[in-house]
């Protein structure tokens, strides 16, 4: 996974400076808002990585949770990510942190944020070297997260059974999906990830299905989505929802829906307790692809946990369904290089034969054809 360029963040020797403080209960909502330097406030334990991603894509000055960024339940990747992206971590007392409304503007002062003379909230900077101890301390609890989720796999498939197993729900796309290759980018996904599979999607020409802030990434490589999953928590632009040619709405709201109508796109809706990208893998499969290639979804174990609990069986239920078909998006540069195109054939013709033509000519026959050659030369053209 690749991170935005880092930038200075707070200056940990002199932090103070205004800040405009982004909040919103909805995650959606809160990223739509936010802007390059200013303060994101939100309350999310163990931040996952999907978060981060989204959150860098922004680039606040700075992030402060109203809960733990690593609890020691798992070691979660999203503190580590922001750390690497130059973005200053800040943990506060949760009633306080809470309390700070959206458009405020507050100065950081050592361990305290002002409104003016009124202190806001206390807070404190989480560091990389205490975000590698806290997931040090982390691993040690893997075990039990997997077997919360053995639980959480077996109350997820009791619950959207219909879906995984009979596609029950999933809408009838206008977009025709057999016998297709299909990408699905996820919210998490970078346009680095998208640009390393260049040549694939330039020659295969793939059905796009996008997820929430991943239309944005895909309009970044001026791609245009076939289809695009949108949930309660993904507010996109504008102008990446109106290059997209369907829509399936899961979750969402009223306010939503009158975008869409008001940009006149096919809407299509189904209820689901599936996470986005896992939507938009079982769409893939329902429809008969006969590959898929998800961009921004986790592919290792570490990526796996780092999900919220219900997202875990999510992600490897809608994998299971999809099965042999799925191809992880990092190893497709190791195993598609491309066509052979015609004009590939013509250069290493042209090649072997100037080598051939070179290799003659050095010979004793080769002078003699070359010195009748340009003796009855002039001749033939009339010189």
Known sequence: MSFPKRRPALDPNNPERDLVVRAHR???????????????????RDLDASLAQALLARRPAAVLNASEF?????????????????????????????????????????TSLFDGAVLAADVREVG?????????AARVGLASQLDTFAHTASEFLRREEGLLLHGTGAPELRTDLDGRLVLVVGPAATVGELKSLGTFVREQKPV????????????????????????????????ALARCREVVLNGSGD???????????????????????????????????????????????EDFIDRSRSDQASAVMARLRVGSRLVEA??????????????????VLLAAAAVVAYATAVTPIGNDWWHDLHQHLPGVLGG
């Open 330 to 347: 990092g190893a497709v540069p190791l195993l598609y290089t491309g066509k052979v195109r015609r004009w590939h054939l013509a250069l």
């Open 26 to 44: 909805n995650l959606g909502t809160l990223l739509a808002r936010l802007e390059e330097g200013d303060l994101a406030v939100i309350d999310r």
């Open 255 to 301: 306010a939503v829906r009158r975008r869409l109508e008001k940009l006149n796109l096919p809407t299509h809706t189904m209820q689901t307790s599936a996470a986005g990208a896992d939507v938009g893998l079982l769409l893939a499969e329902l429809g008969g692809a006969r590959l898929v290639v998800p961009v921004g979804t986790p592919a290792t174990l």
């Open 208 to 239: 796009i299905i996008a997820v929430d802030r991943g239309a944005e990434v895909a309009r970044a490589r001026r791609l245009r989505p076939d289809v695009l999953v949108l949930t309660g928590d993904g507010a996109i632009e504008d102008k």
């Open 128 to 136: 990389s070297d205490e975000i590698e101890q806290r997931m040090d």
């Open 70 to 110: 690593i609890s020691g339940r798992f070691a979660n990747q999203g503190p580590r990510m922001l750390a690497a992206g130059g973005v200053t971590l800040l943990e506060g007392n949760r009633d306080q942190v809470l309390g700070l409304r959206d458009g405020q503007r507050v100065r950081r002062q050592g």
